[in-house]
Nanobody, 114 residues
Framework: QVQLAESGGGLVQAGGSLRLSCEAS????????RGWYRQAPGKQRELVAL???????TYGDSVKGRFTISRDNTKNTWDLLMNSLKPEDTAVYYC????????WGQGTQVTVSS
């Protein structure tokens, strides 16, 4: 089993920045993809960003150019730097790790006020 713990959510004004962090613990060997998803009220969960062991990144179209995912393999952590935040970025953000199974954090609320 893998446990994921997010931190860094909160309330920010439009145009501001936030950094989310995720720390993995447990049976972390073999994680080959790390990332972030989000879910806004009444909407489906959507991809925000992924990063592979090789460092390749994938971003959702709505966040390209504004969000950056990074990882620290020595600490089993990965971050999401969110710049130029918009009210439509308001959502619960979930940390994600993929091995043979999919693992999710409990989520952290990000609220962007206009």
């Amino acid at each position: 089993q893998v446990q994921l713990a997010e931190s860094g959510g909160g309330l920010v004004q439009a145009g501001g920045s936030l950094r989310l962090s995720c720390e993995a613990s447990g049976s972390i060997f073999g994680i080959n993809i790390r990332g972030w998803y989000r879910q806004a009220p009444g909407k489906q969960r959507e991809l925000v960003a992924l990063i592979s062991n090789g460092g390749s990144t994938t971003y959702g179209d709505s966040v390209k150019g504004r969000f950056t995912i990074s990882r620290d393999n020595t600490k089993n952590t990965w971050d999401l730097l969110m710049n130029s935040l918009k009210p439509e970025d308001t959502a619960v953000y979930y940390c994600y790790a993929g091995i043979a199974n999919h693992y999710w954090g409990q989520g952290t609320q990000v609220t962007v006020s206009s």
